[in-house]
């Protein structure tokens, strides 16, 4: 059986961002602006060795894994929840 057919397309929503979205992209922006700007080297000591890095990996991969590490917890969480 057909649908009936007025002309008129009727449209989906799409992907529309949350505000908990929204805020994450905003501090990862802003992260990644005072990474960007601090671009000077520094001697970073390990147990064993010394290396000479840029400050922004310094800034910018440890922030890098915690927001990753928070999608990811976000993730496993709502999944349990779903369960």
Do not use: C
Request: overall charge negative; charged content about 20%; aromatic content about 10%.
């Amino acid at each position: 059986m057909q649908e009936p057919h007025d002309g008129a397309k009727r449209v989906e929503p799409g992907w529309r961002p949350t505000s908990r979205e929204v805020l994450a992209i905003g501090i990862l922006v802003l992260i990644l602006v005072f990474a960007l700007v601090n671009l000077e080297d520094t001697q970073i000591d390990f147990v064993f060795d010394q290396v000479t890095i840029p400050v922004f990996f310094v800034i910018a991969m440890p922030s890098l894994v915690g927001f990753i590490a928070g999608a990811l917890f976000q993730h496993y969480r709502a999944k349990r929840n779903r369960d």
